[in-house]
């Protein structure tokens, strides 16, 4: 059973930079696509980024390309977000996920989530 567990989050001012990870602490990561989505108040939740089960492909939404990067570790079971030139409008929750299908359904086992706020 997935127990899927987000860290790294916090307060950073603008232009700064964060790491997230997402961990895994049940049955190993590699036979899962892992996806990032965030949630910011009032607003639906919208996918970040996701990697295949190897980590040779990935994708990201518009708003994080060139910022963002994802990449996984699959010997200690972990799955990273690093964050630069943050921007307040990233501020949300972020949540990692699984999915044996691939990055465009079937994301079943989910994160608490991790706070990001972007703020002066």
């Known amino acids: 059973q997935l127990q899927l567990v987000e860290s790294g989050g916090g307060l950073v001012q603008p232009g700064g930079s964060l790491r997230l990870s997402c961990a895994n602490s049940?049955?190993?990561?590699?036979?899962?696509?892992i996806g990032w989505f965030r949630q910011a108040p009032g607003k639906e939740r919208e996918g970040v980024s996701c990697?295949?089960?190897?980590?040779?492909?990935?994708n990201y939404a518009d708003s994080v390309k060139g910022r963002f990067t994802i990449s996984r570790d699959n010997a200690k079971n972990t799955v990273y977000l690093q964050m630069k030139s943050l921007k307040p409008e990233d501020t949300a929750v972020y949540y990692c996920?699984?999915?044996?299908?691939?990055?465009?359904?079937?994301?079943?086992?989910w994160g608490q989530g991790t706070q990001v706020t972007v703020s002066s």
């Open positions: 996920a699984a999915s044996v299908i691939g990055c465009s359904a079937g994301f079943g086992s």
């Open positions: 049940g049955f190993t990561l590699d036979y899962y696509v």
């Open positions: 990697i295949s089960r190897s980590g040779g492909s990935t």
